[in-house]
């Protein structure tokens, strides 16, 4: 597997200083376009213009044009500290990661090497009673050793360093039910309503920084692919924007920035932002940063339980889940959200698949330990597919559930999603770790105080698509940024930089979107799209139309005439 600048294993970086969001300003003038560099570095030095003219999707250099021609001013976003690591979750798997040994094997660290997958949803199933009745009858959870060990009696410290009220909870349960599923422990650890690392903190604190914070380029491209293929359905004349764990507030505000610049495209269309969150804490920060505060709490019985106008005079909503979103024509946008979902783990044995579950250290009994169900679960029986090859695989039902009620959307409704986050096409295997002020993290101490993430299987979302949409991708982030061309737009930011502090910033926060060693090729982009917009529904359109359907972007290379 390939090593990081920092010497990680993973696929997700983990960096040394961050640039600030320099985010500059929309121009009003269109200008010449230069066709964007070819190389795979993160050199952004302007490209001879290409010599033989290639169509290219129509609404892109269009909608590209007032954004290469001058920049933005600042914003007065402070830039992450030194120690801040780069896309929401960081690169190294968490210690020891490796394939669990079987019920009754060796409980040492096995010598395969960590390996990757996706989360888990509200799908649990009943294998703590499972386990508690096999072990009545004597046939006890095989534990697993602790990460590097030579012995599975040893479980994992989880007193200390805080988390001690979800700790208490989780004891109290596993004292009660027996083992829970790695998706119940996530979902406790991270959104129990007390103490959840994300009810409680919101996920602010400096634990992991998105790509949107690094630079306003995603959001800018992520809007014109909006509007690229808005144009290609025709313009409706009502469009939702829909961002599933907006974080800050950042990406959205980017975007409103490009539709903002673009107004006479949309002056027609009757536009509305639909945001799902949460968290109360990044509610409120999302709200300043796109309203300045200015927003209203709704009554209980309404879907949205807050709303508001953006500054560009748009409506804003807030939702808990994505079924109270209004149904019509949307774009879904799911940045580094996927990952956030909790997952489902399990090994194959010579028994077969068994689940991977937390219980109580009989040993110690104020910690946590992970064992193998005694026997195949619920999960173990639904969840993995017949045909597959790997000896741990990571599972996440919410968002096969999630993936479906967007494929829903879109077949009924039109629109499409895009989904951006670190993950794989169904190659990796144990991926699930925790992250602590910028640092590696022992997912099971001290649970509700550290990010605790998994990589999507980008595999699993396209069969729960269950052929309703198309689906596009997985593409390596470098290679999308350039095919909605961020050279050119980044050509002019350096043009028109002011300073060399302004351009040095610039020059780095390109670097950690596009460098293949950083976020380049480790995040991916992957789209939702209904069936018609690749294939026409018709014969009859074949002989009627003129012209092929145009493209979409971000998927294919562009090139300028």
């Not at 294993?9 to 983990?14: A, K």
Request: one cysteine or more; hydrophobic letters at 35%.
């Amino acid at each position: 597997m390939r090593k990081s600048c920092c010497g990680d294993t993973s696929g997700r970086y983990r960096g040394a200083a961050a640039t600030g969001r320099h985010v500059l300003p929309l121009p009003s003038a269109p200008l010449t376009l230069v066709p964007p560099s070819r190389s795979t570095s993160s050199s952004v030095k302007p490209s001879p213009a290409a010599s033989t003219p290639i169509p290219v999707p129509v609404a892109i250099p269009v909608l590209l044009a007032p954004l290469v021609a001058v920049p933005r001013l600042l914003l007065s976003r402070p830039p992450p500290s030194p120690q801040r690591r780069h896309g929401r979750r960081a690169t190294t798997p968490r210690p020891g990661a490796a394939a669990l040994p079987a019920p009754g094997a060796p409980r040492g660290r096995s010598a395969a090497p960590p390996r990757h997958g996706g989360r888990c949803g509200r799908a649990a199933c009943c294998c703590p009673r499972l386990c508690v009745s096999a072990a009545a009858a004597g046939a006890a959870p095989a534990a697993l050793g602790p990460p590097g060990s030579g012995s599975g009696s040893a479980a994992r410290p989880c007193s200390g360093d805080g988390g001690g009220g979800v700790l208490r909870h989780l004891l109290l349960k596993l004292r009660a039910t027996g083992p829970l599923t790695v998706a119940e422990y996530m979902r406790e650890a991270l959104t129990n309503p007390g103490q959840g690392y994300y009810t409680r903190r919101g996920g602010v604190g400096g634990d992991f920084i998105t790509a949107p914070e690094v630079s306003q380029l995603p959001g800018e491209v992520i809007g014109l692919w909006c509007l690229s293929e808005w144009m290609a359905a025709g313009r409706p004349a009502a469009m939702q924007l829909v961002e599933l764990g907006p974080g800050t507030g950042a990406l959205t505000d980017d975007i409103l920035r490009v539709f903002k610049q673009l107004a006479s495209l949309l002056s027609k269309c009757d536009l509305s932002i639909h945001l799902v969150e949460v968290s109360p804490k990044l509610s409120e920060t999302q709200a300043q940063m796109l309203t300045g505060g200015k927003v209203q709490s709704n009554p209980e019985d309404e879907a949205a339980y807050m709303k508001g106008i953006s500054k560009t005079g748009i409506p804003v909503y807030w939702y808990r889940g994505i079924q109270d979103v209004p149904q019509g024509y949307s774009f879904y946008i799911a940045h580094e959200f996927l990952d956030a979902l909790p997952i489902h783990k399990f090994q194959r044995t010579e028994k077969g698949w068994r689940e991977v579950l937390v219980d109580i250290d009989p040993e110690a009994p104020d910690q946590l330990r992970f064992v193998l169900s005694p026997s195949s679960t619920p999960a173990t029986e639904n969840f993995i597919q017949p045909e597959e090859t790997r000896d741990h695989v990571e599972v996440c039902p919410e968002a096969g559930v999630l993936i479906q009620r967007l494929a829903s959307r879109i077949e009924k409704d039109g629109g499409a999603a895009l989904i951006a986050d670190y993950g794989h096409d169904g190659t990796k295997t144990d991926t699930f770790r925790g992250f602590r002020n910028h640092k590696l993290h022992d997912v099971l101490k001290a649970p509700g105080t550290a990010d605790l993430t998994a990589d999507v299987d980008f595999s699993y979302l396209r069969k729960m698509a269950q052929g309703k949409i198309a689906t596009l991708g997985p593409i390596k982030q470098r290679e999308f940024l350039k095919n909605m061309g961020v050279d050119l737009r980044m050509q002019v930011l350096l043009q028109n930089s002011r300073d060399s502090a302004t351009r040095e910033q610039l020059l780095h926060s390109y670097d950690m979107l596009m460098n293949p060693k950083k976020m380049g090729d480790r995040f991916h982009f992957f789209a939702l799209l209904p069936h018609h917009r690749l294939t026409p529904p018709h014969k009859e359109h074949n002989l009627q139309s003129k012209s092929p359907l145009p493209p979409v972007a971000g998927f294919g290379e562009l090139l300028l005439k």
